[in-house]
């Protein structure tokens, strides 16, 4: 009899929520950032991996193997300056075609938002190595020696070299470091911020994101594969160009409702 | 509308654990947790335990006991350790194992541990099992290995004077089935955790490794020397693998196709399942086809053994130069690394033996 009182109860509140949600004044929503990629505006899906098929500014000819990337902090700012920050990060697994989309867990009011912003990778106080353990089992940590912290990307794949051989090549993005003098490193922040602009975020908003990921390799540095291909991560120069060419690869795409 | 769901299904659990009441009293066998080590608890994602198979003490005995059984091969001669031996961190020490008709297999049997770990629940070389359970069920039927059925081993099992009473406390049942077999054994090997090397007690500062070791770690995660930690993990990934499939250059054409055999991708031929670098010491042969007898000869071969194909992995460095050359020094200190990942506890384990 008690537990049938309970039910009651529970089922009354049950109505009792529904009739809340309708009342409330001001609506929140959860925004979802989606990930798509282009290699110049042609789609580029794991299906078009594993195949040399894209040049790069550098006419480079080159396939994708492996692309996975991590953004943090998505920030909604607001005409009045106001910025509501989501915390937490995602990494986008295009290899495996996994956390494709992202729904931070706070809700944010409905509403015409200046600029939606996210990190590329982790700002120097997120990126505490080995802090997170759903990233150590993913394998995105960096070395102590160059740092410690996480990678913000790992881009791999082949491409043909000068001498018309399949070479791979292992683009990865970390905090730029000079490790010269292994007791002394020299960092440079290469983590940065991506403004996509003005969003309407309406209920179960749907934002988004484009990478072309060509830009990696066009500006305003020329990336050339055979130069820079692999054991990029102890490579100060490279990281501090893929920071600039990093500049212009997101930009915001369509936004659902 | 959140909280609309969340009323809806607390009250349906209301209503399950009304009827859950009033039923008779169930048998509950005993829960038992998994000993996580301290480095695994820091650093990395709990071990992954299906809800429809928790760990119990009678569960873990009963799969232990099935472990080390020759009754489920056809002529009762072969276990699951037979192949799987403790002593060899669970593999087995011959390149290829010969089952119960004399025939070899193709591929070095896998060790068995940190299973519990593995969170895309990939099983074998090849990856060609999702889940412990369905892994456990292979060997018993196939014909180069216990060439059993499971119907026969099922039947043996249920005319045993023992094993329907452990069944039953394991699972509240004297039913026996396949299922349940694997169930049970894969609820023991989920318990064979290793993560007690000297080099665990190191980074727990209560071992010194030697300046061999640390620079033999130093050229582990060097990117331009061993570059080994993008696939072998490092001390923010105790498993020492990432668990997934990989080409690393062993072969210019392939005889064995691996993952890409499961797959039917001609983009993942030649790859398989990155091998935890814990327990080496023991684990010899080495490679998916145990082509390597020594450590000296796999660190020879990323040095400078790599060979090319369409589908070697890009963080393969230098192919076309066999690799990157590692000097005589490195690769010994190199190794002095790779073998302080070795756990002389897990091997010696009573709770492992037979």
């Known amino acids: 009899m008690k537990k049938l009182a309970v039910i009651l109860f529970l089922s009354v509140s049950v109505f009792s929520s529904c009739t809340e949600d309708t009342d409330e004044a001001l609506p929140t929503t959860q925004v979802t950032l989606k990930f798509a990629h282009n290699w110049n505006g042609a789609e ?3 299906a078009n991996f594993n195949t040399i098929q894209y040049f790069n500014e550098n006419n480079d000819e080159l396939s994708l193997e492996k692309l996975r990337y991590l953004i943090s902090e998505v920030t909604l700012h607001k005409a009045n300056g106001e910025k509501i920050i989501l915390n937490g990060y995602n990494l ?30 982790f700002n120097n106080d997120d990126n505490i190595d080995g802090a997170y353990a759903d990233l150590n089992s993913a394998s995105w940590g960096v070395p102590a020696m160059l740092g410690g912290g996480y990678h913000y990307m790992q881009m791999e794949g082949k491409f043909i070299n000068n001498v018309a051989a399949e070479e791979g090549y292992a683009y990865h993005a970390i ?64 990281q501090v160009e893929m920071y600039n060419n990093g500049q212009n690869v997101f930009s915001l795409g369509s936004v659902n409702p | 509308m959140c909280r ?43 071990p992954i335990i299906p809800f429809d198979n928790p760990q119990t003490v009678e569960g873990v005995a009963l799969g232990k006991k099935l472990f080390f059984d020759p009754i489920l091969s056809a002529d009762n001669t072969q276990s699951c350790a037979s192949c799987h031996a403790p002593e060899n961190a669970f593999t087995d020490s011959d390149r290829f194992s010969v089952g119960i008709d004399g025939l070899e297999g193709n591929r070095n049997s896998m060790p068995i541990f940190n299973m519990a770990f593995n969170y895309d629940e990939k099983f074998f070389w090849d990856g060609r099992v999702f889940s412990l359970e369905r892994q456990a069920k292979q060997p018993v039927e196939n014909p180069i290995e216990m060439h059993n059925t499971w119907s026969n081993a099922v039947t043996q099992l249920r005319n045993h004077e023992e094993y329907p ?81 990989h080409n690393n250059g062993l072969d210019a054409t392939f005889i064995d196709l691996g993952l890409g055999e499961v797959t039917g991708d001609p983009a993942d031929n030649g790859k398989f399942k990155t091998p935890s670098l814990r327990n080496l010491a023991y684990t010899a042969p080495y490679m998916h086809d145990g082509r390597f007898n020594t450590l000296d000869e796999v660190i020879n071969h990323y040095s400078e053994g790599l060979q090319n194909s369409s589908t070697v992995d890009p963080l393969m460095k230098k192919v076309d130069e066999g690799g990157v050359h590692l000097t005589n020094q490195d690769k010994a200190d190199l190794k002095a690394f790779l073998l302080s990942l070795s756990d002389e506890e897990f091997i010696n384990n009573p709770a492992f033996q037979n």
């Open chain 2, 165 to 245: 009473e452990l069944f039953e406390r394991a699972f509240g049942s004297t039913m026996i089935n396949a299922n349940l077999v694997t169930k049970a054994i894969a609820q023991f090997e989920r318990t064979l955790i290793s993560g007690n090397a000297k080099f665990d007690r190191y980074l727990l500062g209560t071992a010194t490794l030697t300046p061999e070791e640390l620079n033999g770690f130093n050229i582990f995660m060097d990117e331009a020397r061993g570059d080994c930690f993008h696939c072998h993990g490092s001390i923010n990934n105790p498993l020492w693998t990432d668990n997934l499939f």
């Open chain 2, 4 to 46: 609309k769901i969340g009323h809806i299904v607390f009250v349906f659990l209301m209503l399950a654990s009304c009827s859950k009441d009033d039923s008779t009293q169930q048998y509950v066998p005993t829960p038992m947790a998994l000993e996580v080590p301290p480095l695994f608890e820091e650093k990395i994602l709990a």
């Open chain 1, 92 to 121: 986008v697994d295009v290899t495996n075609n996994q956390n494709m989309s992202y729904t931070p867990s706070p809700t944010v009011p409905v509403g015409t938002y200046t600029n939606v912003s996210f990190t590329f990778g």
């Open chain 1, 44 to 46: 580029v899906t794991n």
């Open chain 1, 175 to 238: 905090r730029a470091v000079d490790n010269t003098d292994p007791n002394n490193l020299v960092f440079q922040d290469t983590f940065f911020t991506v403004n996509l602009g003005t969003v309407i975020i309406r209920e179960n908003a749907e934002v988004e994101v484009k990478m072309n990921i060509a830009e990696w390799y066009k500006n305003p540095y020329t990336w050339n594969l055979n130069t820079w291909g692999s054991m990029l991560m102890q490579n100060f120069d490279a």
